[in-house]
């Protein structure tokens, strides 16, 4: 796996769940279907008076979820910013040639409204559930920092095995200290609740 592909299946995934925060710091999700890939990049469309421009335009910040039929789960993570004037009017229209449903939605010159973000940067998790173990892999495209996330065991491991025997998908190693996979890992949390000295710590990112 890769961006790029990555990427690709969320292509074809089609409809996406665009996340973004509100002036009180409360999420705010919705479906967005005005996709245009550029590579990397990720264009999308929305109106210039939506709720969804506002946000994007104080905060930029913006999560996009894609889940394809293979049960694969891919967050893409990362600040948008808005197109600059003088290249709306041609990813519009981009975005009208693939998306012909569109000149249903804002006719003739009701599309002037619409305003163009795009996503250059960011951060990507993919993660698998069809395959034994499941599969999670980081990728970053551009700047973009990935996050450290889930579980990892400390110094403080004792090498009881107690972790290894709960966890559902096998992601621990043995050694000193134990290890846990974090490609193969859930983040289910098993482990540290039967850790007996405390030595599995949730890592923040
Ligand atoms: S349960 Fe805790 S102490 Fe025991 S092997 Fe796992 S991490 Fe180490
Ligand atoms: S968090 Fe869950 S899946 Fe990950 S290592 Fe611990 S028990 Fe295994």
């Not at 930029?60 to 600040?79: A, D, F, M, P, W």
């Not at 449903?101 to 010159?109: Q, T």
């Amino acid at each position: 796996m890769d961006a790029l592909t990555c990427i690709k299946k969320l292509g074809y995934v089609g409809v996406l769940d665009f996340a973004t925060v509100d002036e009180d710091g409360a999420p705010q999700v919705r479906n967005i279907s005005a996709i245009h890939y550029e590579g990397t990049d990720i264009y999308f469309l929305t109106a210039r008076g939506k709720y969804f421009a506002s946000q994007l335009r104080r905060d930029g910040r913006v999560q996009i979820l894609g889940y394809t039929r293979y049960k694969e789960t891919i967050r893409v993570s990362g600040r948008a910013e808005e197109v600059p004037e003088d290249e709306q009017l041609k990813w519009r229209n981009v975005l009208y040639e693939e998306q012909p449903y569109l000149e249903n939605v804002y006719p003739g010159e009701t599309k002037n409204i619409d305003t163009i973000f795009v996503l250059r940067e960011y951060a990507i998790e993919y993660f698998c559930l069809s395959t034994r173990p499941i599969t999670r892999e980081y990728f970053a495209v551009g700047i973009a920092r990935v996050k450290p996330k889930g579980y990892a065991v400390t110094d403080a491991c004792v090498g009881c095995g107690a972790c290894l025997a709960v966890c559902p998908q096998n992601a621990i190693g043995e050694g000193a200290p134990y290890a846990i996979d974090r490609n193969h890992c859930l983040q289910c949390g098993n482990c540290a609740e039967h850790c007996p000295v405390g030595a599995i710590r949730r890592v923040c990112g």
